[in-house]
């Protein structure tokens, strides 16, 4: 099993920049594939950021590509996703998924585990 704990939300200025941090438990981390989620008010969770398991692969939505960059340490057991260029339209709620098929994550918002959330808002 995985558990999964976000942290690093907060309110920023737009132009602005955040790291969220997705700490997680469990010996077999280094076998998940992790993404990074997020959830306007009103609106369906959408895929944000993912990366393998060895952080030889990384995929990004095309609203946050170029801006965004998700990272991870195995040895730390840990996932990052730094922010930059934040704009008001990536306000949300930013959640951490793990999963041991990169395709799930990728491709789904049915990944086997999630953290309970971290809220990020960017100000105009």
């Known amino acids: 099993q995985v558990q999964v704990v976000e942290s690093g939300g907060g309110l920023v200025q737009a132009g602005g920049s955040l790291r969220l941090t997705c700490a997680a438990s469990?010996?077999?981390?280094?076998?998940?594939?992790m993404g990074w989620f997020r959830q306007a008010p009103g609106k369906e969770r959408e895929f944000v950021a993912a990366?393998?398991?060895?952080?030889?692969?990384?995929y990004y939505a095309d609203s946050v590509k170029g801006r965004f960059t998700i990272s991870r340490d195995n040895a730390k057991n840990t996932v990052y996703l730094q922010m930059n260029s934040l704009k008001p339209e990536d306000t949300a709620v930013y959640y951490c998924?793990?999963?041991?098929?990169?395709?799930?994550?990728?491709?789904?918002?049915?990944?086997?585990?999630w953290g309970q959330g971290t809220q990020v808002t960017v100000s105009s």
């Open positions: 990366i393998s398991w060895s952080g030889g692969s990384t």
């Open positions: 998924a793990a999963d041991r098929i990169l395709h799930t994550v990728v491709h789904t918002i049915r990944s086997e585990y």
């Open positions: 469990g010996r077999t981390f280094s076998s998940y594939s």
